[in-house]
């Protein structure tokens, strides 16, 4: 059997799915779970984008719009660009894959972090690409030590700013630097996840640079949005490069009710910053919380915080799922003793902050 | 600029996104447009799958579940097969690219035939691997022609059955010859995209072989369950198989939507045997209106019509396109003087005759 198999395929650690809140809660015999292991918005879906998904339900017997016509004129609008600048994907991951296809050969490097988000690595072994990852420095993605490991090989360069799982950012001076020194045959990818969350003042406006350097922005209706169920996320670079990547999508990537749902949230500004404002206040007070427990966090830039646990991180995950409350453990981003939280509703945050008090006591 | 993209993707056709109906509406000014191109459900959505979907909505803020647990159970249990003999997929395109890349090394080889759906041909190209693409006999996949291009390189052998742009299909007994012949190291899909259209006593179930042969049976939710603009298909084989198909399968690459819909949709038998038989009386009504217009055509057993064209069929498509009805003109695969045409309703077949005549007079 295995030799019919890809090599590089056979070598890939399976993916286990996580079970859904349903079989939790069945499992453990609870009756209310929360879940603040995705990053999700924990107000829901914008509601003027589920107005927009009822208004189209009729219609999902046929085949999407696969350029993406209404809602790449209203975000090209939006974010005062031209739709030649944008593509569209089955959330950004499926986006990594078609710049991972569209720019690199199988022989050429691709160099990300160690500790980061996990696609950008196990997407280039799927495509049996090279994977450098370089160490974080404080948490951080250490832009001069992925410097050095630039070399003739070298095409895509993955920051993911804010980084999740850290929450930490690369600031714009420091990218600016960066960039600089780049060679031509480099292009530099970075994911903007969740750049609708960011409090400082010195984090990078990256689109600026689409038509100075080989820069891709990625960003996505997953987070501040509200839609990780629908799978949209998009790319802005310059038209030259969307041409290409246009090539490499299939034509019917994005579906129906994820297109205008994305209208509805761009119109949605109401709903974006009641989303942005929970998640800063939700970050002080856990915060404060969290001190008040003598634990010890990295601050963050995005909706989740990385805490250290002065225990194995596997026992504390689970002993909080049992009291109903679904974190993330760190070890699977390869990291000890961590686990990730995303930043809830007030009630949600002081759950979790309850729960940990217990867990932490036993 | 070129520089940096990859040689496989430099020559790749650009995809030319169709218009959306709107716009179509607005360019001709028409108020009624009909279309009968991309072989959708006329009726629709299966009325349980919008059930579905509603109930659903306010957790698209949720990433969709990973495994696909419900409906893979749901399913499972309707086909009588075990949930380790299904993936699911981002319509069945995305499960075209998931098998390439689980089972094909770069300088291996993949076998389809000239005429058939365009994906097979394009994906592998966007992959960088060598398509081999066998003429059809009579409209038909000529399988001993397939089998004898059959090398140590190939490891993929695409058919469509039946096949699309023609409504043909091969039976049981020459798959059942073909697959006794073929070697080993080389799987073969069966995309089976139209089989609730098929109304013939000898087509194969596929389904039967994939413990036996190297086989993969892909099906769809697009076409008779009315769900094209939600993207869901999936892959039946054996689990040694889809063990290594999930490692390459994108975590959440089926929406949150499309998973409940499709669980409603199986449990929609009416809605599928109303389809089925609009379908089938449909295609008789066509059948006959194009012999009173002295039209030659390619017999059926899918939910289109493949109709020779006695003028340049590009001239016919725009002018049916100006009187509102939209068909496929099958230039873009390779064939001249031909239109496809999907069976609608009853309402939309006249229409569709009646433009047809008008046209063909002038």
Redesign the interface.
Known sequence: ?Q?????N??G????I?????E?VKREFGLKQVI?LA?N??????SPK??VA??R????????????C??LKNALAKKLRLKKENLIFG??S??LI?III??????EEEIITADITFL?YSI?SK???RKIITVPLKYFRYDLEAMKSKINKKT?LIFIANPNNPTGTYVNKYEVLDFLKDIPR?V?VVFDEAYDLFVDVEDFPNSVEWINKY?VIVLKTF?KAA??????IGYAITRP??I??L????????V????QV?AQGAISDGKFLMKTRQLVLAGKQYLYAALERLGMVYVPTVANFILINTPLDSTAIFREMLRCGVIVRDMKEYGMKDFIRVTIGTQRENERFINVLRKVMRK
Not at 56 to 67: E, H, T, V, W
Not at 101 to 106: A, C, G, L, N, V
Request: no cysteine; net charge positive; aromatic share 10%.
């Open positions: 059997m030799h019919l198999i890809r090599k395929i056979l890939l650690s399976p993916y799915p996580g079970k859904p809140m079989e879940k995705s999700e918005n924990p107000l829901g879906p984008a589920v998904v009822k189209a339900l009729k219609q999902i017997n046929r085949y999407p719009d696969g350029s016509f209404y089955n959330g991951d499926e894959d296809k569209t720019f690199t050969e199988e696609e997407i799927v495509n049996n095409k045959h292009l080989n997953s509200g839609l990780a169920g629908l799978r030259e490069f041409r290409y246009e090539k490499v999508r299939q034509p019917f990537n579906n129906s009710l994820a749902a």
